[in-house]
């Protein structure tokens, strides 16, 4: 998830590209607001004049500190910047995309790509209470597939087992048609496996192998062939559970158990 986290329309063929007119007014000698700057900020950082772009969109946010535009546009430039640089300036970027993202979360700007964002962030600083923290916020008021699931990671990531099982348990019951539906399974069995509950572990990873095959195939049925994003999801989480069904059945030598996974492991197109 790169690049502008909304956009305003504007005609391509009058953009205004040089910020230099007078400070305080208007290249037409009428006083500047605090939604001029931001407009000219903005055109600036959509053709990537990000030097530019940064002045005048932290002239728009000095004008009046309850103005969000400009802070969801400084967030996503010093993204863009992290994304770009390595190391500790990599850092720094994403550091300050943080504070304008969550400086604008805080006036009220909550749209769900925003959430994502700060999720993102969070992670890539290795901040999990943060991610944690935007995790809830956007589960709340996005309660959808995506948002549930990335709720439970945010909670794995902080030890809170519990937490994880409530969680992906509420989403898999409803959101049975989803291609998360094996993620939410596979994060309850790796709970459960934290908790060394290894046989309600075995118990809720071979059910989400079920829930998977069944989805897959009615995703194939209607897609003739199943390519697509969602059934390659659901691909990817059936072999992620049936290996750790292969650890489980390894760690306690159960040999009829682990053929059959290793079997489906094969029709399912791993061969590690």
């Known amino acids: ?37 931001y407009q000219r900020g903005h055109e600036l950082y959509l053709t990537m004049h990000m030097e530019d772009a940064e002045r ?11 103005y969000a535009d400009p802070l969801v546009d400084l967030g996503s430039l010093w993204f863009d910047r992290g994304m770009k640089a390595e190391g500790a300036v990599r850092t720094e970027g994403f550091r300050r995309a943080r504070t304008f993202l969550a400086r604008a979360e805080a006036l009220g700007y909550r749209e769900s790509e925003a959430y994502d964002r700060l999720c993102e962030i969070c ?3 290795e901040d999990a209470r943060g991610f944690l923290k935007y995790a809830k916020k956007n589960a709340e008021r996005y309660p959808f597939d995506r948002q549930m699931y990335n709720l439970g990671v945010a909670y794995f990531g902080v030890e809170e087992w519990a937490a994880v099982l409530k969680t992906e348990r509420e989403a898999s019951e409803k959101f049975r048609e989803s291609p ?13 496996m934290k908790m060394d509950r290894d046989q309600t572990a075995e118990r809720t ?22 390519t697509s994003d969602g059934s390659r999801r659901l ?38």
């Open 1 to 37: 998830m790169k690049g502008v986290l909304r956009t305003a329309p504007f005609a391509l063929g009058v953009l205004f590209l040089a910020s230099c007119g007078p400070s305080g007014e208007s290249g037409r000698g009428t006083p500047e607001t605090k939604e001029s700057v």
């Open 56 to 66: 005048e969109l932290a002239r728009a946010a000095a004008m009046d500190s309850n």
């Open 123 to 125: 992670t890539s600083l």
């Open 180 to 192: 998360y539906v094996g993620a939410f399974y596979r994060e309850m069995g790796l709970a459960y």
């Open 205 to 226: 990873l071979t059910a989400g192998v079920q829930a998977v095959d069944a989805r897959l195939a009615a995703v194939r049925k209607s897609e003739e062939g199943g």
């Open 235 to 272: 691909q990817d989480d059936k072999i992620g559970m049936l290996l750790l069904l292969r650890r489980l059945h390894t760690t306690y030598r159960e040999s009829e158990k682990l053929a059959q996974v290793e079997r489906q492991l094969r029709e399912a197109g791993y061969t590690k």
